[in-house]
Nanobody
Framework: QVQLVESGGGLVQPGGSLTLSCAASGSIETIYDMGWYRQAPGKQRELVGH???????RYADSVKGRFIISRDNAKSTAYLQMNSLKSEDTAVYYC???????????????WGQGTQVTVSS
């Protein structure tokens, strides 16, 4: 059993900053890529960015230069630092991870339950 739990969401003013965390737990042997997605009301879920277990990152053009993804492999945790937030960043943010279990199985991407980020004055 594997769980991904996001935290750190909330209400922030335009131009502000917020950092989300995603902690993985359970029968985990290895975590490969971890990623962040978001879904705004009435819109499809979209990629925010990904990070490999070696620390390489890639970002959606809409957040490049404003958001930073990092991870602490010892804590099985990924972070999403969001700066210069805009109203259009308002969404539910989801964490996802490509995980190999102790059993050797690699069932596919696991997802967290999501955390709400609202950017408003």
């Amino acid at each position: 059993q594997v769980q991904l739990v996001e935290s750190g969401g909330g209400l922030v003013q335009p131009g502000g900053s917020l950092t989300l965390s995603c902690a993985a737990s359970g029968s985990i042997e290895t975590i490969y890529d971890m990623g962040w997605y978001r879904q705004a009301p009435g819109k499809q879920r979209e990629l925010v960015g990904h990070i490999t277990n070696g620390g390489s990152t890639r970002y959606a053009d809409s957040v490049k230069g404003r958001f930073i993804i990092s991870r602490d492999n010892a804590k099985s945790t990924a972070y999403l630092q969001m700066n210069s937030l805009k109203s259009e960043d308002t969404a539910v943010y989801y964490c996802t991870a490509d995980i190999v279990l102790y059993s050797g199985q690699r069932p596919g991407w696991y997802w967290g339950q999501g955390t709400q980020v609202t950017v408003s004055s």
